[in-house]
């Protein structure tokens, strides 16, 4: 694994700075992708086993999806600010 440069790291913080005011779309986009990708993957989450709501309607997908981007993106900025 190659390590960032001082101005590599900058751009993730800058970039995510930028994303959180969006996170939940980018969630979102995110967990669609991943539904488009491995469609089966839905019937790991309770509140889309049974639902025929499209998933971008889904009133519980959202949130979720917004808490998991956001806390992924968090930690990888942590871990970048640990390693300098």
Same mark, same amino acid.
């Given at each position: 694994?190659?390590? $960032?440069? /001082?101005? =590599?790291? @900058? %751009? ?8 959180? *005011? ?8 995110? +967990?669609?992708?991943? +539904? /488009?990708? @491995?469609?089966?993957?839905?019937? %790991? +989450?309770? $509140? ?6 499209? %998933? /971008? =309607?889904?009133?519980?997908? *959202?949130?979720?999806? *917004?808490?998991? +981007? ?5 930690? /990888?900025? =942590? ?6």
């Amino acid at each position: 694994m190659s390590s $960032f440069t /001082e101005e =590599q790291e @900058a %751009l993730v913080v800058k970039s995510w700075d930028s994303m959180k *005011k969006n996170a939940g779309e980018w969630g979102l986009k995110l +967990f669609l992708k991943i +539904f /488009e990708i @491995a469609p089966s993957a839905k019937k %790991l +989450f309770s $509140f889309l086993k049974d639902s025929n709501v499209p %998933l /971008e =309607q889904n009133a519980k997908l *959202k949130p979720h999806a *917004k808490s998991v +981007f956001v806390m992924t993106c968090e930690v /990888e900025v =942590q871990l970048r600010k640990e390693e300098m």
